[in-house]
């Protein structure tokens, strides 16, 4: 069975970085999207951006362009976001998932984590 689990979220203030982590298990495939996503309160998902895990393509939301990054962790099943530049508008759950299909946003998402919390606040 197919997992995921995002950690590293926590509360930072305006302009600060952060690196989170997704870390994944069960799967038994290497052709799939490590998407991920966020919600802030009473708004819908959106998504940050997207990693086809063996072609090495990205693709990227407007707001995460130049400011956000997906890549392969240093551990094995691992993806990291680094975010850099927190603005207290990127304050939201973020969650990661394994999709498949295109290197584009949206598309089919199957598998998804539970999610970690981002507060940006001065």
């Known amino acids: 069975q197919v997992q995921l689990e995002e950690s590293g979220g926590r509360s930072v203030r305006p302009g600060d970085s952060l690196s989170l982590k997704c870390t994944m298990s069960g799967r038994d495939f290497s052709n799939f999207l490590l998407g991920w996503f966020r919600q802030a309160p009473g708004k819908e998902r959106e998504q940050v951006g997207a990693?086809?895990?063996?072609?090495?393509?990205?693709v990227y939301g407007d707001f995460a362009k130049g400011r956000f990054t997906i890549s392969k962790g240093d551990s094995k099943d691992t993806a990291i976001l680094q975010m850099n530049k927190l603005e207290s508008e990127d304050t939201a759950v973020y969650t990661c998932?394994?999709?498949?299909?295109?290197?584009?946003?949206?598309?089919?998402?199957?598998?998804w984590g539970q999610g970690t919390q981002v507060t940006v606040s001065p």
């Open positions: 998932a394994i999709g498949f299909g295109p290197v584009s946003l949206g598309g089919r998402y199957r598998f």
């Open positions: 990693l086809h895990w063996s072609l090495g393509e990205r």
